[in-house]
C-alpha cells in the first residue's frame, strides 16, 4: 500500500532543526544520523529499493534545505548506511529491517559517544605544559580536548581564529576563557603572523576526504581601524610612481588572474594603466579585516570596469589556484628585502610560494628601512599596533590584533620600484651603497 | 720542526716569524681573527726590521724575499685561513699601492701604519659587532651558541652585564676540542644561565631556541658562510626549526672566493685527536692500521639559506649582500 502523504523536504530539514534545537550542541553529522532514525521511525517503505531512495532524498532534502554543513550530513548519512545496511540483514521482512537499522543507528549514535571521548584522550597525550596552541573557528572535537587537557592539569594557551563570516571562533574564545584557559582571539589574516608562535595547529574537520585531505570552514576576521596615512607626494615622487605602474603593466597578460590585498595605491594605479592600455584581466580583492580596505579596493575596481571579485581574507588558500599573480603595496620595505604591510600578506606570500605563484611587490623606494627584523615579533610595536593602543596604560599587547605583518624575502618574487625592477637582495645593495 | 720546515721552505725567517709559525702548530691560538692579529703583528715586525739590500728595491725585494717565503713557512704550519689570506691580500695590495712613494723610510711608516689601521678596524667592528648583535638579543630569550667563538661570547656578555637582559644560553659542545667548556665558563663568570650540551641533542634543545648567535671564520661570494666544523648543521636544523640564525663576522672576512661543499678547501687536524689506534681500539692481530682513516676537518661551509642575517659592523645584511660589499670595499682601495 502506498503511503498516503510523503514528508516533503521542507518537513526533513524542519526535522534536522528540531534535532539541532532540543539537542545540546550535537554536530551536524550526528544530528543527521538522529533525523534518519526518527525519519525512519515513520518511514512506509515497502522495498528494499523504495527505502534507499528515500534515503537518498532526505539527504539532498538535508542538503538544500538545512543551514547545516554539508560536508558534515553527507558524511553522517554514508557512515549511517554502511553501518544500517550490513549484509547480514533480512531484506525480505520491511518492518523487520526497519527496526534493525533503527536499532543499528541507535546503537551507532551511542558508540559516537564513546569514541569521542576517545579523541579528546588521545589528543591530551600530544599537549604539553607551556605550549601555545592555534585553532581556527569553533568545533567541538578540540573544545572537548581542550577542556581534557585542562582538567589534566596541563598549562598551555589557545590562539582561536575569528572565524568570519559566522564569528564562530569569537563563541569559542568565549567558551574556553570561561574554563580558565588564556585564550586570545585573533583575525583570520593574522595566522600567519601568529604561527611563529605556535606549537601545535588543531583544527576540527567537516568531512575527511579520500585522500586524507579534510574540508573545514572558510573563514576571516574582525573590526578596528588602520592609521590612516596621510602622505603628500612630491612632484618627482608622482612622477617616479607612474614608472612603477608602467614597468609593472608589461607583466600583466591577458585573461590573468590577479590577487591583491587590502587597498594599495601603487596596485590600483598599476591596474588602472594596464586597463587603459586595452588588458584584460580579473581581479581577486581580499576583503582584508579589520578597516575592510579591499572593500574600497574592488569598487574602485569595478568603477574602473576591471572584473573584481572581493574575497574573504580566510580564502586565500582556496583562491590561491586560481590565481597566475599576486600584487601587493607595501608600507615599508626592509633591510633584506623582506615587506612590511597589511596584515594578511605573509599569510598571502606564504599559500602563494606553497602553490608557487609569483608574487610582486609594488612600492617607492623611499620607503626602504633600516629595519631588519627576523621574526613577526621583532617587528617594533610602534609598527603592529596604533597609537591609540600604544598610548594606553596598562594595554596587554599580546591581546591586541596587529594591524601589519613581515613578509620574508623569500617569498617576494619582485618589487617594482621607481629604481627599477629589484629582486629582494637588491634593496639592500641598494642600502649599503647608500649607507656605507 | 722548524728546522724541518725551513729546509722544505729554504731561507731564513725572522724570529717572530718562527714564533707565530710554532703557536699556530700547536693550536695556541684559537679563533680566527686571532690569528690574524698575529698575523698582523707578526708582519709589522718583521718590516719593521727589514732593510732593503743595496741596489734593490724595497717594495718588490721584501715582497719576494721575505713575505712569500715566511707566509708560506706559516702556511706549512697551519693552513691560513681565508680571513687570513684576505688580510695578506689587502696588505700585499697596500704596498703595491705604494710603489710610487719616495723613500724607503716613508713607505715602511705607511706600512706599518696601515697594519694599526687594520688592527685598530678590526678591534672596532667587533666591537660595533657586539652592540649590534646584543641588542637583538631580549628578554626571556633562549640563545643558542656554538663551541667557542670569542666574538659570540662577548656579546652575550654584554647583553647581560650591560643591558640587563634577562635570558638563557644554550652551548652547543663538540669534540675533539670541546671548545664549548671555555664559552661555558666565560657565561658562568657573567653570571649568564647556561645548559651545556653536545651537538647530539641539538635536534631536541632546538625546539626550546628562539635564537641562534654563530661566528664565522669567512663568508664566500656567494654568500656560504666557513664555519667551524658542526655549524652548518647547527644552521640546518634551526633553518628545520624556523629559528632565525645570525652569523656575526667582520666586513675584513668576506671573500671573492665561491666554495659550494666543504671538501674544496679546508684542514685537516690530526689523526690523534679522535683516535689513537694503539690505546682506543682492540684492533685484531691481523688488521692494519692503514685499514682505518678517520677524517677531522676543522672548516664545514653552510649555504646563505639557513642564515637569516649577517651581523656586520655596517648593519645586518642578507648572506646575498656579501659580494656588494667585498666590490665597495675593493673600489674604495682603488
Redesign the interface.
Known amino acids: 500500500m502506498r503511503k498516503t502523504q510523503r514528508m516533503t523536504d521542507e518537513d526533513i530539514a524542519k526535522h534536522f532543526v528540531e534535532v539541532l534545537r532540543t539537542e545540546k550542541d550535537p554536530s551536524d553529522a550526528i544530528a543527521a544520523i538522529k533525523t534518519v532514525i526518527k525519519l525512519l521511525e515513520s518511514d512506509e517503505s515497502e522495498t528494499f529499493l523504495e527505502l534507499s531512495r528515500e534515503l537518498n532524498r532526505w539527504e539532498n532534502a538535508l542538503r538544500s534545505h538545512s543551514e547545516g554543513s554539508v560536508a558534515s550530513i553527507i558524511s553522517g548519512f554514508e557512515q549511517i548506511q554502511q553501518h544500517m545496511t550490513k549484509k547480514d540483514m533480512d531484506r525480505t521482512d520491511m518492518s523487520k529491517c526497519r527496526k534493525f537499522m533503527i536499532e543499528r543507528g541507535k546503537s551507532y549514535l551511542v558508540e559516537m559517544e564513546h569514541r569521542k571521548c576517545r579523541i579528546a584522550e588521545e589528543l591530551t597525550s600530544h599537549i604539553a605544559d607551556g605550549m601555545s596552541i592555534l585553532t581556527h573557528s569553533r568545533s567541538k572535537n578540540v573544545f572537548r580536548a581542550l577542556k581534557l587537557a585542562m582538567q589534566r592539569g596541563k598549562r598551555f594557551k589557545v590562539y582561536v581564529t575569528e572565524s568570519m563570516p559566522d564569528k564562530s571562533g569569537h563563541r569559542m574564545a568565549r567558551e574556553l576563557t570561561e574554563l580558565g584557559i588564556p585564550t586570545t582571539e585573533i583575525l583570520d589574516a593574522s595566522i600567519g603572523y601568529i604561527m611563529?608562535k605556535v606549537d601545535l595547529v588543531l583544527v576540527g574537520a567537516e568531512g575527511v576526504v579520500e585522500n586524507g585531505g579534510i574540508i573545514n570552514k572558510d573563514m576571516s576576521k574582525c573590526r578596528k581601524f588602520m592609521i590612516e596615512r596621510g602622505k603628500s607626494y612630491l612632484v618627482e615622487m608622482e612622477h617616479r610612481k607612474c614608472r612603477i605602474a608602467e614597468e609593472l603593466t608589461s607583466h600583466i597578460a591577458d585573461g590573468m588572474s590577479i590577487l591583491t590585498h587590502s587597498r594599495s595605491k601603487n596596485v590600483f594605479r598599476a591596474l588602472k594603466l594596464a586597463m587603459q592600455r586595452g588588458k584584460r584581466f580579473k581581479v581577486y580583492v581580499t576583503e582584508s579585516m579589520p578597516d575592510k580596505s579591499g572593500h574600497r579596493m574592488a569598487s574602485e575596481l569595478t568603477e574602473l570596469g576591471i572584473p573584481t571579485t572581493e574575497i574573504l581574507d580566510a580564502s586565500i588558500g582556496y583562491i590561491m589556484e586560481k590565481v597566475d599573480l599576486v600584487l601587493v603595496g607595501a608600507e615599508g620595505v626592509v633591510?633584506?628585502?623582506g615587506i612590511i604591510n597589511k596584515v594578511g600578506t605573509y599569510g598571502i606570500g606564504l599559500v602563494a610560494k606553497a602553490l608557487k605563484k609569483p608574487v610582486y611587490v609594488l612600492c617607492e623606494s623611499f620607503k626602504f628601512v633600516?629595519l631588519?627584523p627576523?621574526?613577526q615579533s621583532?617587528l617594533p610595536a610602534e609598527f603592529k599596533y596604533p597609537a591609540s593602543v600604544l598610548k594606553k596604560s596598562g594595554v596587554n599587547l599580546e591581546e591586541e590584533h596587529p594591524l601589519v605583518d613581515y613578509t620574508p624575502?623569500h617569498l617576494i618574487t619582485f618589487l617594482f620600484t621607481d629604481l627599477g625592477t629589484l629582486v629582494p637582495?637588491a634593496v639592500?645593495?641598494t642600502l649599503?651603497?647608500l649607507?656605507? | 720542526m722548524v728546522f724541518e720546515l725551513r729546509r722544505v721552505v729554504g731561507g731564513q725567517f725572522h724570529p717572530a716569524v718562527v714564533k707565530f709559525g710554532l703557536q699556530m702548530h700547536r693550536g695556541l691560538l684559537r679563533g680566527s681573527t686571532t690569528r690574524v692579529f698575529g698575523l698582523l703583528h707578526t708582519l709589522s715586525q718583521v718590516l719593521r726590521d727589514y732593510e732593503a739590500p743595496a741596489g734593490k728595491e724595497l717594495i718588490r725585494d721584501f715582497d719576494a724575499t721575505v713575505l712569500k717565503p715566511s707566509l708560506e713557512f706559516l702556511h706549512r704550519c697551519r693552513p691560513l685561513s681565508l680571513s687570513m689570506r684576505n688580510t695578506v691580500e689587502v696588505f700585499r695590495q697596500t704596498l703595491f699601492g705604494m710603489e710610487n712613494t719616495q723613500g724607503d723610510n716613508e713607505v715602511k711608516l705607511k706600512m706599518l701604519e696601515h697594519i694599526a689601521d687594520s688592527t685598530e678596524f678590526i678591534r672596532l667592528a667587533r666591537e660595533q659587532i657586539k652592540l649590534t648583535a646584543a641588542a637583538?638579543i631580549v628578554d626571556e630569550d633562549v640563545v643558542l651558541i656554538y663551541g667557542y667563538c670569542a666574538l659570540v661570547t662577548s656579546i652575550v656578555k654584554y647583553a647581560k652585564e650591560h643591558l640587563k637582559k634577562e635570558f638563557k644560553v644554550i652551548v652547543v659542545d663538540t669534540g675533539p676540542d670541546f671548545e664549548g667548556k671555555l664559552s661555558l665558563e666565560e657565561l658562568c663568570c657573567a653570571g649568564i644561565q647556561a645548559c651545556y650540551t653536545y651537538i647530539t641533542a641539538l635536534n631536541v634543545v632546538m625546539s626550546k631556541v628562539n635564537?641562534v648567535i654563530l661566528g664565522a671564520d669567512a663568508i664566500l661570494a656567494n654568500g656560504a658562510v666557513k664555519g667551524p666544523i658542526g655549524a652548518s648543521q647547527v644552521a640546518m636544523v634551526a633553518n628545520s626549526r624556523?629559528v632565525?640564525v645570525?652569523v656575526c663576522c667582520e666586513t675584513f672576512k668576506f671573500t671573492e672566493t665561491v666554495q659550494t661543499d666543504s671538501f674544496h678547501f679546508n684542514e685537516l687536524g690530526p689523526e690523534s685527536e679522535l683516535l689513537n689506534l694503539t690505546e682506543n681500539l682492540n684492533l685484531n692481530p691481523g688488521s692494519t692500521s692503514a685499514q682505518i682513516k678517520t677524517l677531522n676537518l676543522k672548516y664545514d661551509v653552510m649555504p646563505g639559506d639557513f642564515v637569516?642575517?649577517l651581523v656586520t659592523e655596517?648593519?645586518?645584511?642578507?648572506c646575498?649582500?656579501v659580494p656588494?660589499?667585498t666590490r665597495?670595499h675593493f673600489l674604495r682601495r682603488a
Open positions: 611563529e633591510e633584506n628585502g633600516r631588519y627576523l621574526n621583532e624575502p637582495s639592500s645593495d649599503i651603497k649607507y656605507l | 637583538r635564537k624556523n632565525p645570525l637569516s642575517a655596517i648593519g645586518m645584511l642578507p646575498s649582500s656588494v660589499v665597495e
